[in-house]
T-cell receptor, first 116, second 112 residues
Framework: EAGVAQSPRYKIIEKRQSVAFWCNPI?????LYWYQQILGQGPKLLIQ????????DSQLPKDRFSAERLKGVDSTLKIQPAKLEDSAVYLC??????????????FGQGTRLTVV | KQEVTQIPAALSVPEGENLVLNCSFT??????LQWFRQDPGKGLTSLLL?????REQTSGRLNASLDKSSGRSTLYIAASQPGDSATYLC???????????FGPGTRLSVLP
């Protein structure tokens, strides 16, 4: 079974530029998450989708971050414009569906963003 | 608001030792708890998932326990090996939301 795929693996941009990350979850997984992990900290949820609907985006900085999952499969996360404090690893995860107690989350390799 | 802490922040042990990593959470109304491993520059690898109704789960040399009432989970690693060196993260999923809240992790070094 293929895992969660993310691209690119690394990205370096200047502040105020735009950047986009892509995620393809495990086939059949209805729930998709984007997490931000700053160096030395645990991951923090940015947004959670159930199919193509947003379940939780309460911690997403909506003035600069946006995400979509148009067909309920793959997803893109965009930052525009980027700030220095956005330097982090952006992790995508997926799980089978909400409402199942034994649902395990699987993570991709992440995209390491450096804003200079 | 759920808060998750992990103690210790870092741990260095000689090869062969048995060790315990601790995870604490403030809201006991959890759906499940998952332990992950993260190697430098990599994503998270799932180790064990414990349902809210379970007390423990085992996989190979790993054993995770859950005491929901006291808001604690422990990850026990038997006969540690240098390949176990990584950061270990615990994450809890609440009853009323399906996203995970993570602890800051424990950075483990197993010395040969």
């Amino acid at each position: 079974e293929a895992g969660v795929a993310q691209s690119p693996r690394y990205k370096i941009i200047e502040k105020r530029q735009s950047v986009a990350f892509w995620c393809n979850p495990i086939s059949g997984h209805a729930t998709l998450y984007w997490y931000q992990q700053i160096l030395g900290q645990g991951p923090k949820l940015l947004i959670q989708f159930q199919n193509n609907g947003v379940v939780d985006d309460s911690q997403l900085p909506k003035d600069r971050f946006s995400a979509e999952r148009l067909k309920g499969v793959d997803s893109t996360l965009k930052i525009q414009p980027a700030k220095l404090e956005d330097s982090a690893v952006y992790l995508c995860a997926s799980s089978l569906e909400m409402g199942r107690k034994n649902t395990e989350a699987f993570f991709g390799q992440g995209t390491r963003l450096t804003v200079v | 608001k759920q808060e998750v802490t992990q103690i210790p922040a870092a741990l260095s042990v000689p090869e062969g030792e048995n060790l315990v990593l601790n995870c604490s959470f403030t809201d006991s109304a959890i759906y499940n708890l998952q332990w992950f491993r993260q190697d430098p520059g990599k994503g998270l690898t799932s180790l064990l998932l414990i349902q809210s109704s379970q007390r423990e789960q085992t996989s190979g040399r790993l054993n995770a326990s859950l005491d929901k009432s006291s808001g604690r989970s422990t990850l026990y690693i038997a006969a540690s090996q240098p390949g176990d060196s990584a950061t270990y993260l615990c994450a809890v999923r609440g009853n009323y939301g399906q996203n995970f809240v993570f602890g800051p992790g424990t950075r483990l070094s197993v010395l040969p």
